[in-house]
């Protein structure tokens, strides 16, 4: 089975797979611009509130039975690996954020990540979009 080591990543291709919605608002000054992703997500808090979901739903889903990244997991701090998934998130989709973490092929090798977990988190992202509406 192919290993898979992106899995963060799946988060930011669903979210700026949006970036030419088309969508326009007027600005303060009367002129309409076309809004980022990023505003059009919520902005940084409801960044923060997804990833939050996102990642205590994945720690918690039982049909992930990979022992590394149940190691990895035990062995980093959750809060920070939130703080630069959101980063990763809000930098990528035209927020004012930087992200300062690793890339992601560093940050996941050696977990040896299978497909069927690959599309389990997928399942548990998809299920954390809808809980917030996130539209398509």
């Known amino acids: 089975m192919k290993t898979i080591r992106f899995i963060p990543l799946i988060l930011v291709f669903v979210i700026t797979g949006c970036t030419k919605m088309g969508m326009m608002h007027e600005s303060s000054m009367g002129m309409m611009h076309e809004s980022s992703l990023y505003e059009r997500l919520g902005g940084k808090p ?67 990540i299978t497909s069927h977990e690959f599309d389990l988190t997928v399942e548990d992202l998809v299920t954390t979009l809808d809980k917030f509406k996130v539209p398509a």
């Open 46 to 112: 409801a960044i923060d509130a997804v990833v939050e979901d996102f990642v205590n739903r994945l720690g918690g889903d039982t049909r992930i039975k990979n022992e590394k990244v149940k190691a990895r997991l035990a062995a980093i701090s959750i809060p920070n690996l939130k703080m630069h998934l959101a980063n990763l998130i809000c930098a990528g989709t035209g927020g004012p954020c930087k992200y300062g973490g690793r890339d992601m092929k560093n940050a996941h090798v050696g977990l040896s």
